[in-house]
C-alpha cells in the first residue's frame, strides 16, 4: 500500500514538473490569456509544437509555430480522402468502384485490411472510410495508387495546401530513413478542415459525407478531452517522436477548430499535453457569454 502511494506522488509530481497544473488553473477567460497558457504549456514539452486554434463562428484565431513544417503521420490521410472526393466529382473515379486487395497493398501497422484474402475485392468508398475512422495503412496506400502520388498534391495544392506535400506511401519504411517524409502545418490542416467545415472542400454534398466520416475516427487525443457526447471531426496521428491531431469540435454555439502537430518530441507527454491545451481551449469557448 505504502509503494502504491509513493508511486502515485511520484507520478503526480513528474507530471507536474514536466507539464505544470493547467488543468487545476483558472480558466482563460481572453485569447491573450488563453494563448499565454498555452504556451507555457507549449515551453515544458521537448521538440517542436506548432499548432492553431480559431473560432469558427467569428473567425478569429491564434497561432503557435502554425507555419512550420511538421511529418504529417496519418493526418495526412485528410487530404487523400478529400482529393479521392475531388476526383469524384471530377468523374475521374467512382465510389462505388471496386479495386482488387494485392498483396503489394498490404503493409503493417493500423487497420484490418491487411488481414483480407487477396483476390477479394472492395470499393472506393468503403477504403476512404476505413482510412479515417481505422486509420487504415492498407486501405490509404490502395487509394494513393489509384489517385496517384502527384494527382494527390496537385488537388491539395488547389485546396491552398501549398506546403503540404504527399511523399511517400503511409508504410515506406526505406523512405522514411531517406528523410522522405509526409509533411503539412498546422495552419494548412486547419484551413483543409474549414474548408471542409463551410462545405467548400470539392462541393457542399462531398464536404458533408467527409464530415460525418470523420466524427466517426476513434475518440482519442483531442477528442478523447472533450466531454462526450459533443462531436468531434478529427482524424490523429502518431509517429515515433510525433503526435498530430487536427479537430473541429462542435460544441453547440461555439463550435472551434484545433489543430496540434509535434516533431522530436516524447510521445507520452506530448499526447499529455494535446489532452491539457484541448481542456483549456475548451473551457475558454464553452464559458464565453454568446
Not at 473560432?55 to 503521420?73: E, Q, V
Not at 498490404?106 to 477504403?127: A, D, M, Y
Not at 489509384?146 to 485546396?159: D, F, L, P, Q, S
Request: aromatic content about 4%; proline content about 5%.
Amino acid at each position: 500500500m505504502v509503494k502504491r502511494t509513493l508511486l502515485f506522488l511520484l507520478c503526480l509530481w513528474l507530471g507536474r514538473t514536466l507539464l505544470g497544473p493547467p488543468l487545476c488553473s483558472p480558466d482563460p477567460h481572453s485569447w491573450q490569456e488563453l494563448d499565454s497558457k498555452i504556451r507555457a504549456t507549449v515551453r515544458k514539452l521537448p521538440g517542436k509544437t506548432g499548432l492553431v486554434v480559431q473560432d469558427l463562428s467569428s473567425g478569429k484565431s491564434l497561432s503557435i509555430s502554425g507555419d512550420d513544417l511538421f511529418p504529417a503521420a496519418s493526418v495526412i490521410k485528410i487530404p487523400i480522402m478529400a482529393a479521392v472526393f475531388h476526383e469524384s466529382r471530377e468523374g475521374r473515379i467512382r465510389l462505388d468502384e471496386q479495386m482488387v486487395i494485392e498483396s503489394r497493398f498490404k503493409v503493417g501497422g493500423s487497420g484490418i485490411l491487411k488481414q483480407s484474402p487477396e483476390g477479394s475485392k472492395i470499393r472506393i468508398g468503403k477504403l476512404v472510410f476505413l482510412t479515417i475512422t481505422q486509420s487504415d495503412n492498407t486501405a490509404t496506400d490502395m487509394l494513393i495508387s489509384r489517385v496517384g502520388m502527384k494527382r494527390i498534391n496537385e488537388v491539395m495544392k488547389g485546396m491552398g495546401l501549398k506546403r503540404s506535400c504527399l511523399r511517400r506511401t503511409i508504410w515506406d519504411f526505406k523512405s522514411m530513413d531517406r528523410g522522405m517524409d509526409n509533411l503539412t502545418t498546422p495552419a494548412e490542416m486547419a484551413r483543409l478542415l474549414r474548408r471542409i467545415y463551410r462545405g467548400e472542400a470539392v462541393d457542399k454534398e462531398s464536404s458533408a459525407r467527409m464530415m460525418e466520416i470523420l466524427k466517426q475516427a476513434k475518440r482519442d487525443l483531442i477528442a478523447k478531452a472533450v466531454p462526450p457526447g459533443i462531436p468531434v471531426v478529427h482524424k490523429t496521428g502518431q509517429l515515433a517522436g510525433n503526435v498530430n491531431d487536427a479537430a473541429i469540435v462542435l460544441a453547440g454555439k461555439t463550435p472551434y477548430l484545433l489543430c496540434i502537430m509535434t516533431r522530436e518530441t516524447d510521445d507520452a507527454f506530448a499526447r499529455e499535453a494535446i489532452q491539457e491545451i484541448t481542456v483549456m481551449v475548451h473551457r475558454f469557448f464553452v464559458s464565453r457569454k454568446p
